[in-house]
């Protein structure tokens, strides 16, 4: 094997990273075209012919993109360092398995969210020594954890500690709040690397791409040719990225408490109930399929438990909701395409919510507290589609509809629902004393 191992300064930090003893996890982001991939299949290379009999994981959203792609960039890498099919490595199509002559070896893995395995059994008992996710803003963040929880094969053998590398595009999800926006404000954990890539990061990118780059639309542009961050997908979007965010973090006034629900009403739809704490959530319960009966029970001992007064619960009474509404006298029900309050210049009742949500979240006053990543994930996904529609026409204002957020996310904004319903209390003056119409 003749193996050149020359690399830009940009990927050549990455590399580092990736054998230091600090360094447990690189995101390596940005520019298209930038040699991401090409950095990460190096490094698995690298990694395998150093250490003989150890394992790694070579993942992607969908195994047929990761074969047609990243695979394909791997050999084109073992090619230029001579490293041999049939020689130095074997691969198996069947098995998805990259077999070194040392016993080192590359697992192949589909890393989609599958409805039928939303916790990743299907990663079960794997053990591997590390891991590289291509394109991992196009995985869900449970399914980097689960990943990085497998990382302990062969670690103390070597005194190795375990290594991740991710590699994508800029995207509003959570490589940027975990990664990107943390090393740009100088608080990302010391465990963690951010590395920002460039085209120009690409010595055997050809000068044509660049150019073909330089022709997209300007937010494609600034995404892939200037790998920047920070676009703003929408001028529409009622609310800014960076306090979705911050969400998470903000801790809101306290005062008296409030339970909201939305309701499922068709088979992907979720029913949410939110307990609040002034305008601070404590606690989120959601449920893929519930009865009339068991929604309204839970509702019940969440407000026995935490001393709700029964005019704070607000329900979402369109659909099935008005049956849980009928079975708690004297909480609010809430009819979405009901008049605004106050006979404000508003779509509709449910539009007025969301314009006064954006309003909170954008003045840092509202806060949310869980744990649950895929939460996090749901309600950072669907406040970014609360978007103005015809804004510039002389109507009533409006948002987009939920039937269109359906295709966008492809599921129901029943987070969001819920988080708006809390805003009947801030609009009415009453604090709904009066039943809505």
């Known amino acids: 094997m003749n193996i050149d191992t020359k690399f830009t300064n940009t990927q050549s930090q990455a590399i580092r990273y990736l054998f230091d003893k600090t360094t447990t996890e690189v995101l390596f982001g940005g520019a298209a075209g930038?040699?991401?991939?090409?950095?990460?299949?190096?490094?698995?290379?690298?990694?395998?012919?150093?250490?003989?009999?150890?394992?790694?994981?070579?993942?992607?959203?969908?195994?047929?993109?990761l074969k047609k792609t990243t695979l394909n960039t791997f050999f084109e890498v073992c090619e230029k360092w001579n490293v041999k099919s049939g020689q130095h490595y074997n691969f198996n199509a069947g098995t998805n398995i990259i077999t070194f002559f040392n016993g080192s070896q590359i697992i192949l893995k589909d890393l989609f969210l599958y409805p039928s395995d939303r916790n990743f059994d299907s990663l079960g008992s794997l053990e591997i020594t590390g891991a590289f996710i291509d394109e991992a803003n196009q995985i869900t963040e449970k399914a980097k954890n689960i990943v990085a929880s497998r990382l302990r094969y062969r670690l103390d053998e070597y005194n190795i500690i375990p290594k991740m590398i991710m590699t994508c595009n800029p995207?509003?999800?959570w490589t940027y709040t975990q990664y990107y926006r943390p090393a740009k404000d100088n608080t990302i954990k010391p465990h963690k690397k951010f590395i920002q890539s460039l085209v120009d990061d690409n010595e055997y990118i050809s000068k044509y791409y660049k150019k073909q780059l330089e022709t997209l639309d300007e937010l494609t542009k600034q995404r892939l040719l200037f790998g920047n961050w920070?676009?703003?997908?929408?001028?529409?979007?009622?609310?800014?990225?960076?306090?979705?965010?911050?969400?998470?973090?903000?801790?809101?006034?306290?005062?008296?408490?409030?339970?909201?629900c939305d309701v499922a009403r068709y088979g992907q739809d979720k029913t949410v109930i939110m307990l609040w704490n002034g305008l601070q959530v404590e606690h989120i319960q959601s449920y893929d399929k519930s009865s009339v009966t068991e929604v309204a029970k839970t509702i019940?001992?969440?407000?026995?438990?935490?001393?709700?007064?029964?005019?704070?619960?607000?329900?979402?009474?369109?659909?099935v909701g008005g049956g849980v509404v009928d079975m708690l006298p004297s909480c609010r029900g809430l009819v979405n395409n009901s008049r605004p309050l106050k006979n404000e210049n508003y779509q509709n009742l449910k539009t007025q919510c969301y314009y006064k949500l954006a309003e909170?979240?954008?003045?840092?006053?509202?806060?949310?507290?869980?744990?649950?990543?895929?939460?996090?994930?749901?309600?950072?996904?669907e406040l970014e589609q609360?978007?103005?529609?015809?804004?510039?026409?002389?109507?009533?204002?409006?948002?987009?509809?939920?039937?269109?957020?359906?295709?966008?996310?492809?599921r129901s904004p029943d987070f969001a629902d819920s988080l708006a319903m809390r805003m009947y209390y801030e609009i009415d003056s009453n604090y709904g004393r009066y039943f809505v119409q």
């Open 230 to 260: 920070e676009y703003d997908a929408s001028d529409d979007n009622l609310i800014q990225y960076d306090n979705i965010v911050d969400l998470f973090n903000n801790q809101a006034q306290l005062g008296e408490r409030y339970i909201t």
């Open 34 to 65: 930038g040699g991401k991939s090409w950095v990460g299949c190096s490094w698995l290379i690298l990694v395998c012919l150093k250490y003989p009999k150890t394992r790694y994981l070579m993942g992607r959203s969908k195994l047929d993109s």
């Open 171 to 173: 995207a509003k999800n």
């Open 386 to 410: 609360v978007r103005s529609k015809n804004a510039d026409r002389d109507t009533k204002l409006q948002i987009i509809q939920k039937d269109v957020i359906k295709n966008l996310i492809g």
């Open 300 to 319: 019940q001992d969440l407000q026995f438990k935490n001393e709700v007064k029964r005019a704070n619960i607000i329900i979402d009474e369109d659909g």
């Open 360 to 381: 909170k979240i954008n003045k840092n006053e509202i806060g949310i507290t869980t744990n649950d990543i895929m939460i996090k994930q749901y309600i950072i996904e």
